[in-house]
């Protein structure tokens, strides 16, 4: 293992050692650790000083509960599955970013019940059907996922471990290695991508590429095409082959999206892709700084000219996205 672990990482590690072993997880302002508590996966944050007056209610697969520890005083959220989690692991990567965002107060409790709420949120059923904008973009996702399948020859649990769109996460896609990917469809030929949140491109210590799927929507059985359906159910089969805890992200993420593959609506929904374009965050990319963003605003959003971001294209697809 690396010397900075990854949530996946450090909870891999936790579980594979002793009763209550535990491993600290990097974070900017708190210290959090993956713990192995009686063979399930707890997230432990400390929280010395702060009121006692706190509850935080437990949610969907954990539970929550104040205890003391030879440290001080700490918050516990344990997941209610024995072993490995996938769906906690995602709420716990949740939590990390959303506390680890600027202009917050610093009370680890407060910032970490708004970010439960916020995730559950995320994970309930939205109404309504997806808009066209939401259907391409969850096309590119999906087109990702497999092709990290193939071309990395990726299991299915590393797959589906490291997609975290439908869960609100910052960026679609982050890989135990420390790649992170935010994946993009554009229009044929692409001139630019939306950047939802001034944040997903800001320079990291990890690498951090842009993955851009061009694609255009043609008639269904147009040559070389691909329905919606056609690749959700193509992502579903991958999800089925590994069954178990697989299955719950991708159930959890049909969930989220608020998306019934079984709707007629979405059999018109056909497209025909492009070669991907991948672009590495480096020195000199554009972005909006941190320091740039006024206390109180919650997100910046923006295009970015992918014409100008061509001396950041590498070659080789998602092969060539390498750390």
Same mark, same amino acid.
């Given at each position: 293992?690396?010397?900075?672990?990854? *949530?996946?990482?450090?909870?891999? $590690?936790?579980?594979? %050692? %002793?009763?209550?072993?535990? *491993?600290?997880?990097?974070?900017? !302002?708190?210290?959090?650790?993956?713990?192995?508590?009686?063979?399930?996966?707890?997230?432990?944050?400390?929280?010395?000083?702060? +009121?006692?007056?706190?509850?935080?209610?437990?949610?969907? /697969?954990? =539970?929550?509960?104040?205890?003391? =520890?030879?440290?001080?005083? *700490?918050?516990?959220? =344990?997941?209610?599955?024995?072993?490995?989690?996938?769906?906690?692991?995602?709420?716990?990567?949740?939590?990390?970013?959303?506390?680890? &965002? +600027?202009? !917050?107060?610093?009370?680890?409790?407060?910032?970490?019940?708004?970010?439960?709420?916020?995730?559950?949120?995320?994970?309930?059923?939205?109404?309504?059907? #997806?808009?066209?904008?939401?259907?391409?973009?969850?096309?590119?996702?999906?087109?990702?996922?497999?092709?990290?399948? @193939?071309?990395?020859?990726?299991?299915?649990?590393?797959?589906?471990?490291?997609?975290?769109?439908?869960?609100?996460?910052?960026?679609?896609?982050?890989?135990?290695? %420390?790649?992170?990917?935010?994946? !993009?469809?554009?229009?044929?030929?692409?001139?630019?991508? @939306?950047?939802?949140?001034? =944040?997903?491109?800001?320079?990291? $210590?990890?690498?951090?590429?842009?993955?851009?799927?061009?694609?255009? &929507?043609?008639?269904?059985?147009?040559?070389?095409?691909?329905?919606?359906?056609?690749?959700?159910?193509?992502?579903?089969?991958?999800?089925?082959?590994?069954?178990?805890?697989?299955?719950?992200?991708?159930?959890?993420?049909?969930?989220? #999206?608020?998306?019934?593959?079984?709707? @007629?609506?979405?059999?018109?929904?056909?497209?025909?892709?492009?070669?991907?374009?991948?672009? &590495?965050? /480096?020195?000199?990319?554009?972005?909006?700084?941190?320091?740039?963003?006024? +206390?109180?605003?919650?997100? *910046?959003?923006?295009?970015?000219?992918?014409?100008?971001?061509?001396?950041?294209?590498?070659?080789?697809?998602?092969?060539?996205?390498?750390?």
């Amino acid at each position: 293992m690396s010397g900075v672990p990854s *949530v996946e990482e450090a909870f891999r $590690v936790a579980l594979s %050692g %002793g009763e209550a072993r535990v *491993v600290q997880i990097p974070h900017p !302002k708190f210290v959090f650790l993956a713990q192995n508590s009686e063979g399930r996966s707890a997230l432990v944050v400390r929280v010395d000083g702060e +009121p006692q007056s706190h509850v935080v209610p437990d949610g969907r /697969g954990y =539970t929550a509960e104040f205890g003391s =520890t030879g440290s001080g005083r *700490v918050l516990r959220l =344990t997941s209610t599955r024995r072993g490995r989690d996938l769906l906690f692991e995602k709420l716990v990567e949740y939590v990390l970013e959303q506390t680890a &965002r +600027p202009h !917050k107060d610093g009370n680890p409790v407060e910032e970490i019940i708004v970010a439960l709420t916020a995730f559950r949120a995320f994970s309930q059923r939205r109404p309504g059907r #997806l808009t066209e904008s939401e259907i391409r973009g969850l096309f590119a996702e999906w087109s990702f996922l497999l092709e990290l399948h @193939r071309a990395r020859e990726m299991d299915p649990m590393e797959v589906f471990a490291s997609w975290g769109g439908p869960f609100g996460s910052l960026h679609d896609v982050s890989l135990a290695s %420390g790649e992170t990917f935010e994946v !993009k469809s554009a229009h044929r030929p692409p001139t630019t991508v @939306r950047i939802t949140d001034a =944040t997903q491109v800001m320079p990291t $210590v990890s690498p951090l590429w842009i993955a851009v799927l061009p694609i255009d &929507r043609v008639a269904r059985g147009t040559p070389g095409s691909t329905s919606f359906l056609e690749i959700g159910e193509e992502v579903a089969a991958l999800a089925g082959r590994a069954g178990g805890e697989v299955i719950d992200v991708w159930n959890a993420a049909l969930e989220a #999206l608020g998306l019934d593959l079984a709707d @007629r609506f979405y059999e018109q929904w056909a497209f025909l892709p492009d070669e991907w374009r991948i672009y &590495r965050l /480096g020195a000199g990319f554009p972005h909006i700084a941190e320091e740039s963003i006024p +206390p109180g605003v919650r997100s *910046v959003s923006f295009s970015l000219d992918l014409g100008v971001l061509e001396s950041f294209r590498i070659d080789g697809g998602i092969q060539g996205a390498r750390a």
